[in-house]
C-alpha cells in the first residue's frame, strides 16, 4: 500500500500550528526528539521533519509528496509546484523595511541602494515590475541587523507583529506579498498518493470550515422568526424548533467567523433572544 509523504518545518511557529492540523484531522505522528522521519499510527502517512527552505526542492524531485510550507517561501523557491489549499495559519507578510531616519516617499527612493534579503527572486521581481534598480545582498538569517552594520540601506524579510523592526529602529514602508501556510504537492504524484490526498484535502477542508465558523442558537417570538432567518446564512437553511412555551420558537444555524459580530447585531435588533454561540471542530458539507 502507498504511503504519502509529507514535510513539515522542522521547528517554530509553522511547525507547531501543522503538526496541530494534523493532529485535528485525525492523524496521530509518533516522532521522538531530534528525528527527521515519523510514521502515523492510523493513516497512510510519514511526516518528513526539514528545513523550511529545502521543502521546496524536495517536491519538485519527488522525495516528498506534498507539504505544508508558507507561501512566500513557494513563491520564492517553488516555481511549478501547486498550492492544493491555502490553511488560514502562519500569516505574514514580505515587506520592505527602511531605517526610522530614512526620509522615504516612495519605491523610486530604493533606485540604485542595497536591499539585504533572504528572498531574492521575490525582491527581484518586486523591483523589476516597478522599475528600480538596487543591489540585492543576500542573507540567510537576521537580515535586520544588515542597516545598522552599514551592510545595505534598506531590508526585505517577513513581519509578522513588527516588533522585530521596531527592535531594530526599522519602519516598514512597503509590503511585497501577503503569505499564510499552504497545502504544496508534487509535480511527481501517482494516483494511489493522489487519492490518499484527496482524503486528507478533504478533511483539512472540514476542520478548516469549522474554524471559520460558530453554531448559533437563539430564542425568538413566531412573529420574528420570518425576519431572523431572512439574515441567517445557514449551511442550506436554518433548523427552527418549537419551545415549550407557546408562541416561541428556537432557531438554529450557522454563521461565519468573518461575519459574525454584525449578524448578531442583526439579530438582536430583529427580536432575537438567548442567543448562545459555540465553536465547532468540524464542519463536513
Request: glycine letters at 6%; proline letters at 4%; a neutral charge.
Amino acid at each position: 500500500m502507498s504511503v504519502l509523504r509529507i514535510a513539515v518545518q522542522k521547528s517554530g511557529r509553522l511547525h507547531d500550528e501543522s503538526m496541530e492540523l494534523l493532529k485535528d484531522i485525525g492523524i496521530s505522528i509518533d516522532n521522538g526528539i531530534d528525528q527527521l522521519k515519523a510514521s502515523a499510527r492510523d493513516f497512510p502517512v510519514e511526516v518528513f521533519y526539514l528545513r523550511n527552505g529545502d521543502i521546496p526542492q524536495y517536491l519538485k524531485d519527488g522525495v516528498v509528496d506534498a507539504a505544508i510550507i508558507g507561501e512566500n517561501v513557494l513563491i520564492e523557491k517553488g516555481s511549478g509546484i501547486n498550492i492544493a489549499e491555502k490553511l488560514g495559519f502562519s500569516s505574514c507578510r514580505v515587506c520592505i523595511a527602511v531605517p526610522k531616519t530614512m526620509d522615504y516617499k516612495s519605491i523610486k527612493d530604493l533606485d540604485g541602494k542595497r536591499i539585504a534579503t533572504s528572498y531574492p527572486n521575490t525582491v527581484q521581481n518586486y523591483l523589476d515590475e516597478k522599475g528600480i534598480k538596487a543591489n540585492l545582498h543576500i542573507i540567510n538569517g537576521s537580515v535586520e541587523i544588515a542597516p545598522n552594520i552599514g551592510l545595505a540601506d534598506a531590508i526585505v524579510d517577513i513581519v509578522s507583529s513588527g516588533s522585530t523592526l521596531f527592535k531594530n529602529n526599522l519602519k516598514e514602508v512597503e509590503m511585497i506579498l501577503k503569505s499564510e501556510a499552504v497545502l504544496a504537492v508534487s509535480p511527481i504524484l501517482d494516483a494511489e498518493k493522489q487519492a490518499i490526498l484527496d482524503k486528507i484535502q478533504f478533511r483539512i477542508k472540514s476542520v478548516l470550515k469549522g474554524r471559520n465558523s460558530k453554531y448559533v442558537l437563539l430564542n425568538a417570538p413566531n412573529d420574528k422568526v420570518k425576519d431572523i432567518i431572512s439574515v441567517l446564512p445557514g449551511m442550506k437553511s436554518p433548523t427552527v424548533l418549537p419551545l415549550a412555551e407557546e408562541g416561541w420558537s428556537s432557531i438554529h444555524s450557522v454563521i461565519s467567523k468573518n461575519q459574525f459580530w454584525d449578524v448578531i447585531d442583526d439579530l438582536k435588533a430583529r427580536g432575537a433572544q438567548g442567543i448562545l454561540v459555540c465553536p465547532i471542530e468540524k464542519m463536513v458539507l
